[in-house]
């Protein structure tokens, strides 16, 4: 076989290493110029400091300024590709909307500012306020911390929602939204049965949801410990990355995906793995899952049915953000032909329907 295959089909621990080497050159190129254009200035007092992990799309670095008094630090942001350019001017709009809704009063302190944004070098960079804390995950691996970490970190979100989010009835345009968008970005990637199994899942969500009653308001869209910072003793201090935001979202996924996601730090699993546990036996989720939503006024759908919504979410934003995700046959069967072929034929007290009214 002649030719080298494209980059999208690499697996995971082959790709890493070099969308890795990719983003240091990326930043080496345009560190030191996105500051001076940027800000305004020269760039000589600034060095660049750690790499931090980003999307697949954009690479992310700490800059500090050796002159300035207490050790001035902020986040560059550079990406070379139209959809990392999309991500980073999305979040660059939703924090100047966030930072302007007076509803939220003091709770805007967790989120970081964008302080500058262009083109450099053939980059598109942003810098934005770099906040205290550490990555969540890190407190999610230290068995001592991780309660305390999920405890803080739910309580953040429930605040955004308890002041942005209004009951609905769900109708036409929620469905659509919610269910059909999301299925047709994961159809494509699918053949045969497992299509048709889709199909029916689109079905069966839609059943569940219309008519129901759902809080619906700003929505963080990618809730993980990755994107929470906090302090040695747990706090939360910020909440980053709101590329996925949406000022109409249904709330109560922000809080879904941060369990899942939790159970999948914890156990060193990959989400199509929990999800298809969760379908068999949420655990305490489905308890704070419907304290969740009444304490917004909602009716409380079920675990199963959550799951899968926010499953469906997750998988279809993957795709959409990168062809990588698509072109892995190992993702595409663990993350998504794993939890339809477990959903299609589940035993009968899995089915992921509503909790009964009541």
């Known amino acids: 076989m002649s030719g080298a295959l494209p980059f999208g089909w690499l697996r995971g621990p082959i790709a890493g290493p070099l969308t890795s080497l990719r983003a ?26 750690e790499r931090l992990r980003g999307g ?34 999305r979040q660059g709009t939703v924090l100047a909307a966030l930072h302007a809704d007076e509803r939220l009063g003091p709770w805007r302190g967790l989120l970081p500012r964008i302080l500058a944004a262009g083109d450099v070098n053939g980059a598109y960079c942003t810098l934005e306020t770099r906040l205290g804390g550490g990555d969540g995950r890190i407190a999610v691996a230290d068995p001592h911390r991780r309660d305390l970490v999920l405890a803080g970190a739910l309580d953040a979100i429930t605040r955004l929602h308890r002041r942005t989010a209004s009951v609905v009835t769900v109708a036409d345009a929620g469905i659509t939204r919610w269910i059909g968008e999301p299925a047709a970005v994961v159809r494509p990637v699918l053949r045969g049965a497992y299509r048709a199994a889709l199909d029916r899942l689109v079905g069966e969500l839609t059943g569940s949801l219309h008519g129901r009653r759902v809080a619906v308001g700003w929505v963080h869209g990618d809730f993980t410990a990755h994107n929470v910072l906090c302090a040695p003793g747990c706090e939360v201090t910020g909440v980053v990355d709101w590329c996925q935001s949406d000022p109409d979202g249904l709330a109560v996924l922000d809080v879904v995906s941060f369990l899942l996601t939790f159970d999948t730090e914890v156990a060193g ?29 909602a009716d409380p759908l079920g675990p199963g049915t959550l799951a899968l919504l926010a499953w469906l979410r997750h998988v279809a934003t993957n795709i959409a953000k990168s062809p990588r995700y698509a072109a892995n046959p190992v993702w595409i069967r663990r993350n998504v032909r794993a939890v339809l072929r477990h959903w299609y034929r589940p035993p009968r007290h899995r089915h992921p329907g509503p909790v009964p009214p009541g």
């Open 24 to 49: 240091s050159v990326l930043i080496r190129r345009t560190a030191p110029a996105a500051v001076a254009a940027l800000l305004d200035g020269d760039g000589r007092s600034w060095r660049m400091g």
């Open 56 to 89: 697949s799309d954009t690479a992310i670095v700490a800059m500090h300024d050796g002159d300035a008094t207490g050790g001035r630090s902020i986040l560059l942001k550079a990406t070379m590709s139209r959809p990392g350019r999309a991500q980073l001017v």
């Open 269 to 297: 699993e990959e989400l199509g793995t929990v999800v298809v546990r969760w379908l068999a036996d949420p655990g305490r989720a489905g308890a704070v899952l419907t304290e969740a939503q009444r304490g917004l006024g």
